[in-house]
Structure formats: structure tokens, C-alpha cells
């Protein structure tokens, strides 16, 4: 099995930073491309920030230059750096990876539980 646990949300206030982490653990034999995603109330999941193995990245093209994607392979880890965050940036955000796992050799899509982010004006 593969569990990815995110953690560093809470509450800012608007303009503020906060840095979210994300560890991949279990039987894993290797992991490609790691991302967030959030949800805001009432709307649906969308992309913030992906990050392959060798360190390239795509952003919502909203969040270019406010966030910034990155990752640590040694320790299967994933971050995301939020900057100058708005009311509007509030919402849950879901660590996400494309992993091997290392008893069956299939590759999946796993999700971990979802870390609260509120900003406030």
C-alpha cells in the first residue's frame, strides 16, 4: 500500500505564506509525477502545481509566480509554497502522486486526505 500524508495548513491572514508538505510512504518502488490539487466549497477539484521526477512543473496559470512547486526524491516528499495568499486561495488542499507500488509492480494514482487551508481578510 501507498499513503501520502499532507501537513502545514491553517489559517493566515491575507497576504500571508504558509508552506505545505506532503511524505509518500509504504511499499513504494518508485514514484513519477507528484502534485496538489485543491477544493473549494461548492466547486470542484483543480489543479495548483504538478512536479515530475526530474523537477519540471506546470502551475494553474492563475497561480504562476504566487506558488511554487517543489520536491525532495530521497525522501519522496512533495512541497508547496503559497505566497501573498487571498481570501480566495482558501480551501482544502490534496497532495497527490503516480507511484509503483512494490509488491504488485502496477502503477496508481493515490491521494492523501486533504489539509485545510483558510485565509481570512
Known amino acids: 500500500q501507498v499513503q501520502l500524508v499532507e501537513s502545514g495548513g491553517g489559517s493566515v491572514q491575507a497576504g500571508g505564506s504558509l508552506r505545505l508538505s506532503c511524505a509518500a510512504s509504504?511499499?513504494?518502488?518508485?514514484?513519477?509525477?507528484m502534485g496538489w490539487y485543491r477544493q473549494a466549497p461548492g466547486k470542484q477539484r483543480e489543479l495548483v502545481a504538478r512536479?515530475?521526477?526530474?523537477?519540471?512543473?506546470n502551475y494553474a496559470d492563475s497561480l504562476k509566480g504566487q506558488f511554487t512547486i517543489s520536491r525532495d526524491n530521497n525522501k519522496n516528499t512533495v512541497y508547496l509554497q503559497m505566497n501573498s495568499l487571498k481570501p480566495e486561495d482558501t480551501a482544502v488542499y490534496y497532495c497527490?502522486?503516480?507511484?509503483?507500488?512494490?509488491?504488485?509492480?502496477?502503477?496508481?494514482?493515490?491521494w492523501g486526505q486533504g489539509t485545510q487551508v483558510t485565509v481570512s481578510s
Open positions: 512536479v515530475t521526477r526530474g523537477g519540471g512543473t
Open positions: 497527490y502522486a503516480r507511484a509503483l507500488e512494490d509488491s504488485t509492480w502496477r502503477w496508481g494514482d493515490y
Open positions: 509504504g511499499s513504494i518502488r518508485s514514484i513519477d509525477d
